[in-house]
Nanobody
Framework: QVPLVESGGGSVQAGDSLGLSCATSGRTLITYAMGWFRQAPGKEREFVARISGFGGSIYYGDSVKGRFTISRDNARNTVYLQMNSLKPEETAIYYC??????????????????WGQGTQVTVSS
């Protein structure tokens, strides 16, 4: 098990920025590629971003490219998601997840074995 805890969610206005963190304790994250997903009410969980263990490979969902940045600090066992120019339609619960070598594509939820509880992000117009 890899316990993951997200933090940094909150309520912001459209166009604002917000930074999320995902941390674990007792385990090192360096061996895992990490992803961020989000789920809005009544919708499926959506891929946001992914970063490899050493940070050399990064992917973003099309809707967030150029506005969101994923990064990691392996010394702190923490993964970050910096979100800029937020839009009301991006209101969702944001989850981080660890890829322990599961089957699936990098943007599929089934690729990730461990999930945090999520943090709410609300963007008002």
């Amino acid at each position: 098990q890899v316990p993951l805890v997200e933090s940094g969610g909150g309520s912001v206005q459209a166009g604002d920025s917000l930074g999320l963190s995902c941390a674990t304790s007792g385990r090192t994250l360096i061996t895992y590629a990490m992803g961020w997903f989000r789920q809005a009410p009544g919708k499926e969980r959506e891929f946001v971003a992914r970063i490899s263990g050493f940070g050399g490979s990064i992917y973003y969902g099309d809707s967030v490219k150029g506005r969101f940045t994923i990064s990691r600090d392996n010394a702190r066992n923490t993964v970050y998601l910096q979100m800029n120019s937020l839009k009301p339609e991006e209101t969702a619960i944001y989850y981080c997840a660890a890829d322990a070598g599961g089957n699936g594509r990098y943007y599929e939820t089934k690729k990730y074995s461990f999930w945090g509880q999520g943090t709410q992000v609300t963007v008002s117009s």
